[in-house]
Structures are given as C-alpha cells and as structure tokens.
C-alpha cells in the first residue's frame, strides 16, 4: 500500500554510454542507482543488465562487474590497500595501484607512512571524508567494472579538489571507453 519509491522510469544504455542523472535533493537520484546497481533492488519492477535481473547477480559478480560510489564513502577495517581490493585477496597490486592512479589518489596514500599498508580501522582518522572518498572511487575501479555508477562523487570535496576530480574523471571516462 505504499507509494512506489520509482515510478515509471525506463533507461535504455548501450555499451560506451554515459548518463548523469541530475534532480532536486530527496528525488530519488540515491535510490535509482541503489536499484539500478543491485544494492537495494526494487521490489517491483526489474533491472536487468545484460539481459539478467539485477536480484540473481551474486554478490562477487556484483563487485566485479558494477563499480558503484555512494555519496558518503566510507572505509572498512582493513588496509587501505584491502579496501580498494574490495578484500579481493587475489587482487594484484598493480591492480590496486592502477585503480589508485586512475582516482588521483596514489599521490596521498603512497605519502602516509604506512602507505598502502595503513590500516583504516586504527588509522582512519589519518584520511579527510574527501580523501576517503577518492579512496572509495579507486576500490569502484579497481575491479575493472563494466557498469560503474557513481552518486554525487563531488560531494564531499572542496572547490579544488572537485575540480580536479572533475578533470580526472573526464580521463577516467577516456580511459575506460565511455562516450560523455
């Protein structure tokens, strides 16, 4: 009896395509993306990727193959390293590293004394919201996704780091093969 939490909506992507979704705060652009994603499938209605409802993808295909970045990142415990694996433990490092370069944040870990190593559970405090939030895009990229979804990643930013962000993900895009 309750009222849907989406209404109506149909996307039809291809493969290359990005799309912004843009609203007022509370329109359901969270939502959407939680559903689109497999987060928090909606009860009625479907998502299908490649033809497969979004509700039967497994929890390790869902990691490997949709990167997605809430608007409020947050770390586990575990190191930094872990976190962007995903607790992957057959992640390279290379993997790691590429995915950190990719979010401009292999600069700023590699200069925290434990680098990669520093554990998030005793050292959190070491990193702002903004830096965990660059932390969280690279653990989004770090699996190579073919969906990736990412929910006001400027949010938590300063005027020069959005900025920058900004230009980095027009590289990442590039990079990636998508089509803005």
């Known amino acids: 009896g309750a009222p849907p939490r989406l209404d109506r909506i149909s ?13 007022d705060s509370g329109s359901g652009k969270t939502t959407l993306l939680q559903a689109l994603s497999g987060l928090d499938p909606s009860p009625i209605g479907a998502v299908f990727l490649d033809e ?11 990691s490997r193959n949709i990167g997605y970045l809430p608007q409020r990142a947050s770390l586990l415990d575990g190191t930094i390293a872990e976190n962007i694996a995903c607790f992957d433990p057959d992640a390279s490092d290379e993997r790691i590293i590429n995915a950190s370069k990719l979010a ?12 990669y190593e520093t ?22 990229l770090a699996p190579s996704p073919s969906l990736l979804m990412l929910d006001e990643p400027l949010g938590s930013l300063d005027a020069g780091l959005r900025e920058r962000l900004v230009i980095e993900l027009r590289e990442i895009i590039k990079k990636i093969g998508l089509t803005a």
Do not use: E, W, Y
């Open 52 to 62: 497969t409802d979004v509700r039967t993808i497994g929890p390790s295909s869902q």
């Open 11 to 23: 996307l039809d992507l291809a493969a290359g395509d990005c799309l912004a979704i843009v609203g």
């Open 104 to 115: 401009g944040v292999h600069g700023m870990i590699s200069a925290l004394p434990a680098s």
């Open 119 to 140: 554990n998030m559970g005793s050292h959190g405090f070491l990193l702002s919201a903004g830096q965990k939030q660059r932390v969280a895009l690279a653990r989004s």
